[in-house]
């Protein structure tokens, strides 16, 4: 029996979400179907973050144990084989037997991307958030300073989540414009539910002139939902990666 | 009666490319449907650029007549509510009653986006070739000093076109990387059938080594189909825009 581990891409356009359901497809069923199919055992994978319907990732992580006697690294080759083109394994290796990536302490990256000009383009249309209004990228940045380091996020969690703490530590947060694309990186060491997309709204509104930089302020200490802004469409956001420290 | 001009960007993905045909949805089909409906009366537009199945398009443009009294820049807006989201008029304006795009002297601009690394990323697997052995970018960009300037192109013009002439004017190619994506832009004042995806498959044969930098030339001296390289898939490709000229 060896442990091993997979960084998996997706376009989550087509998918209920990384976690597996009775009902709509999931990247975590069709990832153990195909395991299971090319292994010949059952496989359950575990994944380190349970990405919502719609978003996407370049670098997810998951591991499963296995009986076979297929070299970690080979594994990534054969799979691909066997997964739909919206899904693709980026690296296969083994793993330490302990080594489970939802419970090691490690520091995931997400991007969201806005689309902000006056029309939308089809080509951006499946991985940006179209956004009409001129967005002010150095009010957005300024508002980040309040986000950043150990904080109280209840504002930006999503209503719904079961969680014993709401505290939790945002690393950096960075913000650009390339053309007419509007990125926000955002590091941390762990989200709550729908947490980057409450950011990311709450920034549009700050971007759009709704709200001033340093309301930003107000709405974390508020540690209330009801006071952030809407919770931004899910097509806009990618898990770009996961950073496992020792 | 007035001839209105459009900047359409489109994904092609979905399409049996530019040009109306008795089977499958076109771009130009879709288009003359939805502003018959709009404006009332059988709308029939021309358009800069006959894509082929596939390709995408940042700013293709097309021209109609039409007696509405809806002004010409407004009907962007309500066309864009008509269309399907893979379609986005960008502009809209009156132009000279005389003006048709594909008759007017113009520069059009084409890029080819190539993913080269080991393996496929999903979220780019729509609107870039993915190739896996190294590309080398400098001897790719050595490879295009011949082919800028005026040439018979025959070699790079796709089997069954009726063309009196293969003599076309490329007034530039750039290429350069950015972190997987190899984009080739190609500016010309006109293109042969299948031109920009042949050079961009000849390209690749530089970049992976089977073709020296000067095997290029000899291939433009050819006048000689079968020995350029292979046309590259068209997903790749997008119009990117067409200037005119007076």
């Not at 499963?64 to 594994?75: A, C, H, L, S, V």
């Not at 009010?139 to 505290?167: N, P």
Request: proline share 4%; glycine share 10%; with cysteine.
């Amino acid at each position: 029996m060896k442990r091993v581990g997979l960084v998996v891409a997706y376009d989550g356009t087509n998918y209920s979400g990384w976690q597996i359901q009775p009902n709509g497809i999931t990247i975590q069923g069709v990832l153990n179907d195909a395991l299971t199919d090319l292994l010949g055992e059952k496989i359950e994978i575990m994944g380190a973050s349970r990405t919502d319907a719609g978003v996407h990732a370049l670098g997810n992580v998951a591991v499963f144990d296995t009986n076979t006697r297929i070299p970690g690294e080979k594994i990534s080759y054969a799979l691909n084989q066997r997964l739909p083109e919206d899904i693709r394994i980026q690296l296969s290796e083994e793993v330490e037997p302990d080594f489970h990536p939802r419970y090691c302490d490690s520091e995931k990256t997400y991007e969201y991307r806005i689309l902000n000009r006056k029309f939308p383009v089809p080509t951006e249309r499946l991985y940006s958030y179209f956004y009409h209004y001129k967005l002010d990228v150095d009010k957005m940045r300024e508002a980040t300073s309040y986000l950043i380091g150990r904080h109280d996020f209840a504002s930006f969690c999503g209503t719904g989540a079961q969680v014993k703490s709401t505290v939790r530590t945002l690393t950096g947060i960075d913000i650009w414009r390339d053309g007419d694309i509007v990125t926000i990186r955002v590091k941390g060491e762990g989200f709550l539910y729908n947490m980057v997309r409450i950011i990311a709204g709450t920034l549009i509104q700050v971007g759009n002139g709704q709200y001033p930089p340093e309301r930003v302020k107000k709405i974390l200490d508020a540690c209330d939902r009801s006071v952030s802004g809407p919770t931004a469409p899910a097509h806009g956001l990618t898990l770009m990666g996961i950073e496992f420290f020792d």
